[in-house]
């Protein structure tokens, strides 16, 4: 009876999570997170300041057009070398890149053409990058609950914090020490993953047949996608949430708070998100539902607090109350999505598929950003983020009236 509980016991403990190569991984992202957040604010400065917003738009138009173009062929290559081995040759293109752009404005002007080509590079090693992070977790960590709940919480702490450090660096010494620092944590991030002890069939991406053609591997990749149908019924309708909600909220939000209360309180909202984050991420840890994209669902309605605060022109503190909700219910989202998404998927094509859920979701944001300067000429800020509420509304209903989504069960 004693060896019965001892093994009841044993089997209700979770595995260790900070294992070396967990530990490892978890400083890749943290860096790597650390200088993505810190490149948005340094583009808009360093290069707003020298060729206007027309140029800011330019080379922000040129990182993304690759990445949605390449990050299908991403997953396909991680499938075939391994996860791992993209991840650390996208690290190193990105080495460069960055410490190209760093000399050029350590000693002098870049020019335009210049910092378009290094952006396009940089987008293009992104794509080839991006599919790993979701297949690297399986390798790494045996509960991916919590790993997923744990990296969110790092990425929310580098998105409070990573704009704050290049906005001190721009001050103090320029752009060319953001995007030195930039390039150094591309180089960190390439050494820890290098460092993680991978398993030769883990390691060497044995899932893609070497008769197997490109494009044999993306039909694999769209016909396991297609396969599950909860998967693309939420990209379908995360295209809406992106195209209505994610992609149009930062310009519409930052000029309705910004123009109403002033930009040090949108700061403070964007604080209060990451906050946010932070919590949904703690409680994603320790709770474990039995339907997680139900859940998910479920708890994604508090996101409806984000657009309505701003658009019902709250004061400070209930604005920020309300990113704060907003950035848990998200939080908690991504975590049961993600390890959905890892746990649901055989391993050999999982990168392939995350490959195309990233382009699916990617794609709907990307257009809510191009169209969301044309529509705000013609209608308010404010009445755009009452349709940002409702259609937000709307994609929680339609993710738990969707049977697929709705009774997915957690493996």
């Known amino acids: 009876m004693t060896a019965i509980l001892d093994r009841e016991d044993a089997a209700s403990v979770p595995p260790a999570l900070w294992t070396r190569d967990f530990s490892f991984y978890f400083a890749a992202r943290v860096v790597s ?40 062929f991403g997953g396909v290559f991680s499938d075939r070398i391994g996860a791992r081995a993209m991840m650390v040759g ?19 002007t870049p020019s335009l053409w210049l910092l378009m080509v290094a952006s ?51 001050a103090l010494t320029g752009a060319g020490a953001v995007y030195a620092l930039d390039a150094a944590t591309f180089l960190v991030s390439g050494l820890c993953l290098a460092l993680i002890r991978l398993a030769p069939a883990a390691g060497a991406g044995a899932g893609a047949g070497k008769s197997s053609t490109v494009l044999l591997d993306l039909r694999r990749g769209w016909t396991e996608f ?8 939420v990209i379908l309708v995360w295209v809406f949430f992106g195209m209505f909600v994610f992609g149009p909220y930062i ?16 700061g403070w909202a964007m604080a209060a998100l990451g906050a946010g984050t932070v919590l949904g991420g703690l409680v994603a840890i320790r709770f474990r539902p039995a339907r997680p994209l139900a859940a998910g669902a479920v708890a994604l ?22 990113h704060l909700l907003g950035g848990a219910s998200w939080a908690f989202w991504s975590v049961m999505w993600s390890t959905s998404v890892q746990t649901q998927v055989a391993p050999d094509v999982l990168n392939r598929v995350t490959a195309y859920e990233v382009a699916g979701s990617v794609s709907g944001v990307a257009v ?21 509420t409702g259609v937000t509304a709307a994609v929680c209903a339609a993710l738990l009236l969707i049977p697929p989504i709705r009774r997915l069960h957690r493996i």
């Open 301 to 322: 309605t508090g996101f409806i607090c984000i657009p309505l605060s701003a658009a019902l022109e709250l004061p400070p503190l209930p604005l920020m109350a309300g």
């Open 368 to 388: 809510g950003q191009a169209l969301v300067g044309p529509v705000s000429s013609i209608v308010e800020p404010r009445d755009l983020l009452f349709v940002s």
């Open 90 to 108: 996208a690290d190193l293109v990105r080495i460069v890149t960055q410490g190209v752009l760093a000399v050029a404005f350590f000693t002098g």
């Open 120 to 170: 396009a590079l940089s987008g293009t090693a992104a794509a080839m990058f991006q599919p790993g992070v979701n297949g690297m977790v399986p390798l790494v960590a045996k509960d991916p609950q919590r790993a997923n709940g744990t990296l969110k919480i790092a990425d929310a702490a580098t998105q409070l914090g990573g704009p704050v450090l290049a906005g001190l660096l721009m």
């Open 226 to 233: 297609r396969s599950r149908s909860w998967m693309w019924s």
């Open 251 to 266: 310009p519409l939000g930052s000029r309705l708070i910004g123009d109403r209360l002033g930009e040090a309180a949108y």
């Open 33 to 72: 997170l650390l200088g993505d957040a810190m490149m948005p604010v340094a583009t808009a400065l360093a290069v707003g300041a020298v060729y206007g917003v027309s140029g800011v738009g330019y080379v922000l138009a040129v990182w993304t057009a690759p990445f949605v173009l390449f990050v299908l």
